[in-house]
């Protein structure tokens, strides 16, 4: 009988185990989208739209900076590298001309 005792405490150490690591791995979850796939769509969806937007509004902020320092580099007058930039910074000025 000790023996018994002891296997069933050891199973129930391993199940408590069990559902501790699955409950870490949010498997309530899992199985909450695959068994609502419009929900899973719509959060994926919703995922996607702030990757989106986070990726254009930081590609702009960036984009702003480096045509800031392009400017100031510019502005110190360096002689070959003041001329080169000039050129990409009087190009992105029409464009943005051109596309109002």
């Known amino acids: 009988m000790p023996n018994n005792n002891q296997l069933i405490n050891n199973l129930n150490k391993k199940i408590d185990n069990m559902s501790l690591k699955m409950e870490k791995l949010k498997f309530v979850d899992y199985v909450y989208f695959l068994e609502h796939p419009r929900k899973m769509l719509w959060a994926n969806f919703i995922n996607g739209l702030a990757r989106g937007f986070g990726i254009a509004i930081g590609f ?11 400017n100031v580099i510019v502005k110190i007058n360096l002689p070959y590298i003041g001329e080169f930039i000039s050129d ?10 051109k596309a109002r």
Do not use: C
């Open 88 to 97: 990409i910074v009087k190009i992105v000025q029409s464009s943005m001309q």
């Open 60 to 70: 702009t902020i960036l984009g702003a900076i480096a045509i800031y320092i392009l």
